[in-house]
């Protein structure tokens, strides 16, 4: 196993008024390849926050970002987003579908966006979505789906660039078991690789048994790594 990504002195506030609030206080971190790696803590603790500069959202107020040997935050705006669009995958709660396109469409934007041909883009998501027991929804669009059928749409739509690095907050939120354990089963494919990285943010205690590893967050502040969950929680 390698670095994946290296979190050094990260600092972010947010303003409030004429003061500001900070919000994560001088994180250091190393995120390896090849594990499946969980965030984990209250609500409020920061994990949103630091997954999405890990990710190159949201810009840290102090302290930098190495992506698999990148300063994604010494790159211009522009080389920032090429850098994301190549390597990065992000399965946000939300699942910010195209109203106007089907699923396997939406799934395909990645790909699109990167300059592969349309059909080439919904071949390989209507392949990607056939693993997450979505063969059946390829082309619907998402006013035609369940909350958990658009889940995973965004979910094969953050992985079907294969990107070296996916960051992932709460996947299996709005999903029943059995979905759940479809989607958990590919992000572990996907995070064995000797050249990736998986990072999930998740409340959900039952796919903790998951994970290789483990780092906790309170009040901005990771206070916990390991292969387990700390005992009391």
């Known amino acids: 196993m390698s670095t994946a990504i290296t979190v050094q002195g990260i600092i972010k506030e947010f303003p409030v008024g004429s003061q500001s609030i900070r919000v994560l206080h001088g994180i250091d971190a190393a995120i390896r390849t090849g594990e499946l790696t969980y965030l984990v803590g209250e609500s409020g603790s920061g994990k949103t926050t630091l997954i999405s500069i890990i990710a190159g959202i949201m810009k840290p107020t102090g302290g930098g970002v190495r992506v698999f040997d990148t300063d994604i935050y010494g790159l211009s705006d522009s080389r920032l987003v090429t850098f994301r669009l190549a390597n990065i995958g992000f399965i946000f709660q939300q699942y910010n579908l195209l109203p106007a396109l089907t699923a396997a469409e939406n799934a395909a934007v990645p790909l699109i966006a990167a300059g592969r041909p349309r059909e080439e883009g919904v071949a390989r998501a209507r392949e990607l979505m056939g693993k997450l027991g979505m063969a059946d929804q390829v082309d619907k669009y998402p006013r035609q789906m369940?909350?958990?059928?658009?889940?995973?749409?965004?979910?094969?739509?953050?992985?079907?660039?294969?990107?070296?690095?996916?960051?992932?907050?709460?996947?299996?939120?709005?999903?029943?078991?059995?979905?759940?354990?479809?989607v958990m089963d590919l992000l572990r494919e996907v995070a064995l690789a000797a050249d990736r990285a998986v990072i999930i943010v998740t409340h959900d205690n039952r796919i903790f048994d998951l994970a290789d590893r483990i780092l906790m967050m309170e009040d901005g502040r990771i206070v916990h790594d390991g292969k387990t969950m700390p005992v009391g929680h």
């Open 146 to 182: 369940s909350g958990g059928q658009q889940q995973r749409v965004a979910i094969a739509r953050a992985l079907v660039h294969s990107p070296r690095l996916v960051v992932c907050d709460e996947p299996t939120a709005a999903l029943d078991a059995g979905s759940g354990r479809k």
